[in-house]
């Protein structure tokens, strides 16, 4: 801004200048002779005073503002050590003070960027029915959480005085209020607050998140068990101490001087001591075959809960899945019964059981509506069939493996994929009877099924955890820096492929936010002379005393 003060105003008096750039005479003086005396190598001094070397630094500054803090969960100070260890501290003000106008002016300048593009992309989206993720996480503040789960875009990221129904109903209403969206469907724990607000109030479906389920369980199996095996450890350690106890004393007893009258019996007492370490030994083979058993019970619960069958591509009704899923749960309750669980511990796999109704409608829900997805285009049945049992299951799988945690799980499931994709390939002539606007409807409602069946909330979970490192660094988050942050994921955060959530959901680019920063905000004058610390009065003459 000085430099273009300058540069751009040769004609105008120093008056003039100071006046336009609304700081104190002395300061612009400062400046001017702070100019001609930078400690620096005479070509940077050159290039950095420049108009060119302005609009780089420029950049540079923001870019280091807009990375440390909005990108990433650090504090304005770490922008003033990387501007000193750069040596920038030299032609740029470094200071805390200066440096925090430059992070509120550019806060204020991300969210207007936010409500301006979706002012501008609004109206041009096409109509959706989408599903959505909830959660609430505390700061302490309650603060509601909800994104879009194709797209990953934050429709509600607010404080909030509560966490009731009609408050999750009236925020998200106002959220979505400029948009043409209808949510369908909101996959989140089982919190009253949501669920009433989800089912009642939007008249959506609601579909349980697998992994408080699985975690329910876990909470109610895992600790236990791992507690028995970890004694039968320690039985099994203190057996085999006993059983060369008395080996040693047998031997320490025959190697020393002879004894007068019979010797103990030391082959019952040894043969004593094995018998209890076999039983040890076999009682710690039950507690480890307990505990890997409720795993992959508990394992098999994600695996089964899935509308198309992972090896063979088939879909899954909804009374073979509930059929599989209270399998499982007859497993863990067999384990908790054998094992001889605590109440506590069977409460919870009961607890996490009343979840099942809600899992097996949510296939229900899945299958009637991609019927419906597909049924509206009135195609053939012989191309209705493969879409149904190839082209959907295909995407379903190519998508499930994006997700597997192992190497042989993703493998598996792009082959399985590849094999339903080259299925398709040998009945391209079924879709031949279609135009090429029509095949790629086909196509994209094909993804939009695929999609459709959401069993997981890990965006909202992943996002609340992002949210928890931005608390414990700022101990404190704004509605304005809340705003800003929500406005950084949805417009600039992207993912591999380049693509940010406003392009997703909206189906055109937004605009490049960091130009925009660009022109909105300012770089910072130069360094301020530098002030010595001041001391009290009491300091300096203790400091002489001593």
């Given at each position: 801004?000085?430099?273009?003060?300058?540069?751009?105003?040769?004609?105008?008096?120093?008056?003039?200048?100071?006046?336009?750039?609304?700081?104190?005479?002395?300061?612009?003086?400062?400046?001017?002779?702070?100019?001609?005396?930078?400690?620096?190598?005479?070509?940077?001094?050159?290039?950095?005073?420049?108009?060119?070397?302005?609009?780089?630094?420029?950049?540079?500054?923001?870019?280091?503002?807009?990375?440390?803090?909005?990108?990433?969960?650090?504090?304005?100070?770490?922008?003033?050590?990387?501007?000193?260890?750069?040596?920038?501290?030299?032609?740029?003000?470094?200071?805390?003070?200066?440096?925090?106008?430059?992070?509120?002016?550019?806060?204020?300048?991300?969210?207007?960027?936010?409500?301006?593009?979706?002012?501008?992309?609004?109206?041009?989206?096409?109509?959706?029915?989408?599903?959505?993720?909830?959660?609430?996480?505390?700061?302490?503040?309650?603060c509601l959480v909800g994104i879009e789960s194709v797209s990953n875009f934050i429709f509600l990221e607010?404080?909030?005085?509560?966490?009731?129904?009609?408050?999750?109903?009236?925020?998200?209403?106002?959220?979505?209020?400029?948009?043409?969206?209808?949510?369908?469907?909101?996959?989140?724990?089982?919190?009253?607050?949501?669920?009433?607000?989800?089912?009642?109030?939007?008249?959506?479906?609601?579909?349980?998140?697998?992994?408080?389920?699985?975690?329910?369980?876990?909470?109610?199996?895992?600790?236990?068990?791992?507690?028995?095996k970890k004694k039968a450890e320690k039985d099994v350690e203190r057996a085999e101490k006993e059983v060369?106890?008395?080996?040693?004393?047998?031997?320490?007893?025959?190697?020393?001087?002879?004894?007068?009258?019979?010797?103990?019996?030391?082959?019952?007492?040894?043969?004593?001591?094995?018998?209890?370490?076999?039983?040890?030994?076999?009682?710690?083979?039950?507690?480890?075959?307990?505990?890997?058993?409720?795993?992959?019970?508990?394992?098999?619960?994600?695996?089964?809960?899935?509308?198309?069958?992972?090896?063979?591509?088939?879909?899954?009704?909804?009374?073979?899945?509930?059929?599989?899923?209270?399998?499982?749960?007859?497993?863990?309750?067999?384990?908790?019964?054998?094992?001889?669980?605590?109440?506590?511990?069977?409460?919870?796999?009961?607890?996490?059981?009343?979840?099942?109704?809600?899992?097996?409608?949510?296939?229900?829900?899945?299958?009637?509506?991609?019927?419906?997805?597909?049924?509206?285009?009135?195609?053939?049945?012989?191309?209705?069939?493969?879409?149904?049992?190839?082209?959907?299951?295909?995407?379903?799988?190519?998508?499930?493996?994006?997700?597997?945690?192992?190497?042989?799980?993703?493998?598996?499931?792009?082959?399985?994929?590849?094999?339903?994709?080259?299925?398709?390939?040998?009945?391209?002539?079924?879709?031949?009877?279609?135009?090429?606007?029509?095949?790629?409807?086909?196509?994209?409602?094909?993804?939009?099924?695929?999609?459709?069946?959401?069993?997981?909330?890990?965006?909202?979970?992943?996002?609340?955890?992002?949210?928890?490192?931005?608390?414990?660094?700022?101990?404190?988050?704004?509605?304005?820096?809340?705003?800003?942050?929500?406005?950084?994921?949805?417009?600039?955060?992207?993912?591999?492929?380049?693509?940010?959530?406003?392009?997703?959901?909206?189906?055109?680019?937004?605009?490049?936010?960091?130009?925009?920063?660009?022109?909105?905000?300012?770089?910072?004058?130069?360094?301020?002379?530098?002030?010595?610390?001041?001391?009290?009065?009491?300091?300096?003459?203790?400091?002489?005393?001593?």
């Amino acid at each position: 801004m000085f430099q273009k003060a300058v540069d751009g105003q040769q004609g105008l008096s120093e008056r003039q200048i100071f006046e336009l750039l609304d700081v104190p005479r002395s300061t612009l003086q400062h400046w001017l002779d702070r100019k001609d005396n930078i400690d620096e190598d005479p070509q940077l001094v050159d290039f950095l005073e420049s108009p060119v070397g302005v609009a780089f630094m420029h950049r540079l500054v923001l870019a280091a503002q807009f990375v440390i803090t909005m990108v990433k969960p650090c504090g304005i100070r770490l922008v003033s050590l990387y501007l000193e260890l750069t040596g920038l501290d030299r032609f740029v003000a470094a200071s805390y003070g200066a440096q925090q106008k430059v992070s509120s002016q550019m806060e204020k300048a991300i969210v207007k960027f936010g409500d301006e593009e979706r002012a501008r992309l609004a109206p041009g989206m096409a109509p959706k029915k989408v599903s959505i993720c909830e959660d609430e996480t505390f700061h302490p503040e309650t603060c509601l959480v909800g994104i879009e789960s194709v797209s990953n875009f934050i429709f509600l990221e607010k404080y909030a005085p509560n966490r009731k129904a009609e408050e999750w109903t009236n925020s998200l209403n106002e959220a979505l209020a400029d948009l043409p969206v209808e949510v369908i469907q909101c996959t989140s724990d089982e919190g009253k607050g949501i669920v009433h607000h989800v089912e009642k109030d939007l008249g959506a479906h609601h579909s349980p998140d697998v992994f408080h389920v699985q975690n329910e369980v876990v909470k109610g199996v895992s600790a236990a068990l791992a507690a028995k095996k970890k004694k039968a450890e320690k039985d099994v350690e203190r057996a085999e101490k006993e059983v060369e106890k008395k080996t040693g004393e047998k031997e320490t007893y025959f190697n020393s001087d002879p004894h007068t009258g019979r010797p103990p019996q030391f082959d019952k007492r040894i043969e004593e001591a094995k018998e209890r370490e076999a039983e040890a030994k076999k009682l710690l083979e039950w507690a480890q075959s307990y505990q890997e058993d409720a795993k992959n019970a508990i394992r098999g619960i994600s695996r089964d809960y899935h509308p198309y069958d992972l090896e063979t591509g088939k879909p899954k009704s909804a009374e073979e899945v509930s059929a599989a899923l209270e399998q499982r749960f007859t497993e863990i309750e067999n384990i908790a019964s054998e094992a001889q669980l605590p109440d506590r511990c069977t409460g919870r796999i009961e607890k996490a059981k009343r979840v099942l109704p809600s899992m097996v409608a949510t296939i229900t829900f899945f299958f009637v509506t991609v019927r419906a997805k597909v049924e509206a285009f009135c195609l053939a049945p012989e191309i209705e069939q493969a879409v149904h049992n190839d082209l959907i299951p295909c995407i379903y799988l190519a998508l499930a493996s994006e997700k597997a945690k192992t190497s042989d799980e993703r493998r598996n499931l792009h082959e399985k994929s590849d094999e339903l994709a080259g299925r398709i390939l040998a009945k391209s002539r079924l879709f031949d009877s279609l135009n090429s606007p029509d095949r790629s409807d086909v196509w994209s409602v094909a993804e939009e099924c695929a999609q459709l069946f959401q069993r997981s909330s890990s965006c909202v979970e992943g996002r609340n955890g992002q949210l928890a490192l931005r608390h414990h660094g700022l101990h404190r988050i704004r509605a304005g820096k809340l705003a800003a942050l929500t406005t950084v994921h949805n417009y600039f955060t992207r993912r591999s492929d380049g693509s940010t959530a406003a392009e997703r959901l909206f189906g055109a680019k937004p605009r490049d936010l960091f130009k925009y920063l660009l022109d909105q905000v300012d770089l910072p004058g130069r360094p301020a002379k530098g002030r010595p610390k001041k001391m009290t009065l009491k300091y300096l003459r203790l400091k002489a005393a001593i």
